[in-house]
């Protein structure tokens, strides 16, 4: 019997987005387990959502069909808007090293990624274009990058279904990078004794924070004009950009334009406790609706076709992610407290998307303490210098890969 696609317009994706999150919000409080391992509500009831709709998929009752990416780009670039108000310039003077290491970290991880790919793939005979579908192309790259480089591999030779590994790989990045996040990253603040750092008063939790501050009905309109603002800034470099041929991503174009405002709120010193905790909280709400989204939008059937060898090459990045972030990363950064963050926001879009690595570093802060240099450094190396270096790097390996099937 032929699946009926049913349409699920803006609107109707947004309220299951919304229902997700107060499912695991829920099931948060019913089941403290999801609590104590930082697993964020809009992963735990998105991920429930795209389980029903997996389930009703194969049952033959209907395929759903969301119209999303209009809805989810604006609360995107909204989110990165209100990460780049984030950054102070006192912020940026003392980020500027960490950022450095991490720059280099973020490219040996997808060179390291690709080249395990290749190998793998290699061992169990699959085509290297098709391997590199499992590499930095879906992993550190997102569905943005499986579709954008899937069919250049389709033009280096690759066979038809470069596209559908890809994607589906981004879509077992997403989820294990969503699951993964939370109690890893509780892990090291356990395995390293980072508990007793973690409750110091001068770093609260965000929850303690938020409490700390009022904020009024003006507050939060002007945190919302703020960054509608500075999303119309970004749009702004946008096109400046592409106009001398430099396409980079809109998000970071954002993010740039909550840089600028940022630097107006400083200058005119505006940037007072209850503004930036507004603006903060503008972006934990756009934040929280875009994976939301994008977890609940997840066809998760496209997993099954994945077979036994390219599910063997995705277990193999996972493993090598983890140990990566825990021996390197977490290493490298200081091995302390905002370390142990930021490897969780590594392994965050080292598997799927910046957003996974916000919302996991988020709900491991809830437990424990805010990191500002966390929040600072891995959205401007992960959304935004990773985007350029990862691209180069897949460019390169691409090329070996076509080399190495022979075309």
């Not at 280099?104 to 990624?113: M, R, T």
């Not at 356990?190 to 409750?199: I, L, N, P, S, V």
């Not at 703020?226 to 096109?239: K, P, S, T």
């Not at 805010?370 to 460019?395: C, E, Q, R």
Request: net charge positive; proline share 3%; with cysteine.
């Amino acid at each position: 019997m032929e699946r009926i696609v049913v349409e699920f317009g803006m609107f109707e994706t947004l309220f299951l987005a919304v229902i997700g999150i107060y499912i695991g919000d829920f099931l948060r409080e019913k089941f403290p387990i999801l609590k104590k391992y930082c697993l964020p509500a809009p992963v735990v009831g998105g991920t429930l959502i795209s389980i029903v709709t997996m389930i009703l998929y194969y049952a033959n009752i209907f395929e759903p069909n969301f119209d999303f990416q209009t809805v989810n780009t604006l609360f995107y670039c909204l989110f990165f808007a209100a990460s780049g108000t984030a950054a102070s310039m006192a912020l940026l003077k003392k980020g500027g090293k960490l950022v450095a290491i991490f720059v280099v970290l973020a490219a040996l991880l997808s060179i390291g990624q690709n080249a395990l790919a290749l190998g793998v793939g290699k061992v169990l005979d699959v085509n290297p274009l098709i391997s590199m579908m499992t590499g930095s192309i879906p992993l550190s790259g997102g569905h943005g990058n499986a579709a954008s480089f899937a069919p250049e591999a389709i033009k280096l030779g690759a066979p038809q279904a470069a596209m559908e590994v890809a994607i589906a790989s981004a879509t077992f990045g997403l989820v294990a990078g969503s699951i993964l996040g939370g109690p890893f990253g509780t892990f090291i603040v356990k395995r390293f004794g980072f508990e007793a750092e973690a409750y110091k008063d001068d770093d609260k939790t965000i929850t303690q924070r938020a409490a700390e501050v009022f904020v009024n009905r003006r507050n939060m309109m002007s945190a919302v004009l703020m960054l509608m603002v500075a999303c119309g800034i970004g749009q702004i470099i946008f096109i400046l950009l592409q106009r001398i041929g430099q396409n980079i991503p809109i998000h970071v174009c954002a993010m740039l334009g909550g840089i600028l405002v940022r630097v107006y709120l400083d200058k005119t010193d505006k940037a007072n406790e209850t503004t930036l905790e507004a603006l903060d909280i503008v972006g934990d709400f756009s934040l929280a609706l875009f994976v939301a989204m994008s977890i609940v939008t997840m066809k998760l059937w496209q997993l099954a076709g994945l077979g036994f060898s390219l599910v063997i090459l995705l277990l193999a990045q996972v493993i090598f992610i983890l140990l990566f972030v825990y021996f390197l990363t977490f290493r490298l950064l200081g091995k302390n407290y905002d370390a142990a963050i930021m490897s969780v926001g590594h392994l965050g879009f080292g598997t799927g998307a910046v957003p996974v690595s916000m919302t996991t570093m988020k709900t491991v802060c809830e437990k424990y303490r805010f990191s500002k240099i966390a929040f600072f450094v891995v959205p401007v190396i992960g959304g935004f210098i990773n985007n350029l270096t990862n691209a180069l790097i897949i460019t390169k390996f691409l090329d070996i890969a076509s080399k190495m099937a022979g075309i």
